[in-house]
Nanobody
Framework: QLQASGGGLVQAGGSLRLSCATS????????MGWFRQAPGKEREFVAV????????YYASSVKGRFTISRDNAKNTIYLQMNSLEPEDTAVYYC?????????????????WGQGTLVTVSS
């Protein structure tokens, strides 16, 4: 029910905006997060936004470069990624948490999108 899009190939220093659309009825009451998984590494937390958009939290590695936002009218969240670095190369996943306020652990999320690949060249 979660469809991530917007990935692609970009040069270091460039920008991309990821989107995640959902048709779920619980979207407007769910915290929404972005995670990523680089080749050979475990999935890691990137950013989260609360159900009403009033609060966000970022991994230290992306803070100041990435911005998460949501549009409840469109059932969509976004991840604006600026100043991209080769270390940001990964498959990016969006996820929904129906229970928790602003979770950072993948185990606290109920639903996952299929992922979109971001490749940053040096």
């Amino acid at each position: 029910q979660l469809q991530a899009s917007g990935g692609g190939l970009v040069q270091a220093g460039g920008s991309l905006r990821l989107s995640c659309a959902t048709s779920g009825r619980t979207f407007s009451t769910s915290a929404m997060g972005w995670f990523r998984q680089a080749p050979g590494k475990e999935r890691e937390f990137v950013a989260v936004v609360t159900w009403n958009g009033d609060s966000t939290y970022y991994a230290s590695s992306v803070k100041g470069r990435f911005t998460i936002s949501r549009d409840n009218a469109k059932n969509t969240i976004y991840l604006q990624m600026n100043s991209l670095e080769p270390e940001d190369t990964a498959v990016y996943y969006c996820a929904a948490s129906r229970t928790y306020w602003r979770p950072t652990s993948a185990s606290l999320y109920n639903d996952w999108g299929q992922g979109t690949l971001v490749t940053v060249s040096s």
